[in-house]
């Protein structure tokens, strides 16, 4: 079996990174990781979610006629999900939809640690329309640009780390979700960091993928 992690954005850099979180997590899994050279280099916000849409969607189509068995819609605003779904023959999953299922298998309520305030309404409405309102604590702005995450690591694992300490201390939560797919590699510093567990939306759907 084969799958396919399209990131709806244009940064190779981002996809090579959520292509490496996304097999080890399954090793020994085929995994291809494609960028949308078509999609705004981040997605922040309901316009470029809007941008983004229609070479994803090209990209669905395509994944599906050459034949492979899972689709990860690698961002975690999981743009055009729906759609995707719809016009897909294999399952297709988000990777923020994967995130917050696993919080809810194991039953735990969590807070989310995201980029920038502009996304915050967005997954705010994922999680209700996916039904996990009543887990929610907080979605959290970190006030790092998604691209920061690329070219300014070191300040933004600490940004996010430092918003991270908040939700731990004032949300009353189980766990905590990272909310970007940027913030994949982030994901093992964290948890040495924390003793909270730490979710990742990649790493989530890597293994959901399979499963499905």
Known sequence: MAFVIINP????AMTDAMLEVARAAVPGVALEGWTSAEGPPA?????DGLEAAPPLLALIDRANAEGFEGIIIA???DTALARAQARSGVPVIGIGQAAYHRAALRGWSFSVVTTLAVSVPI????IITYGFEH???KVRASDVPVLALEQDPDAARDAVAAETARAIAG???DC???GCAGMAKLTAHLRERFDKPIIDGVESAARLIVAL
């Open 9 to 12: 954005n244009s940064t190779k």
């Open 43 to 47: 997605i922040q916000g309901h316009a």
């Open 75 to 77: 961002c975690f605003d």
């Open 123 to 126: 997954l705010e409405e994922n």
């Open 135 to 137: 887990l929610l604590g």
């Open 171 to 173: 949300d009353g939560v």
């Open 176 to 178: 905590v979700i990272l």
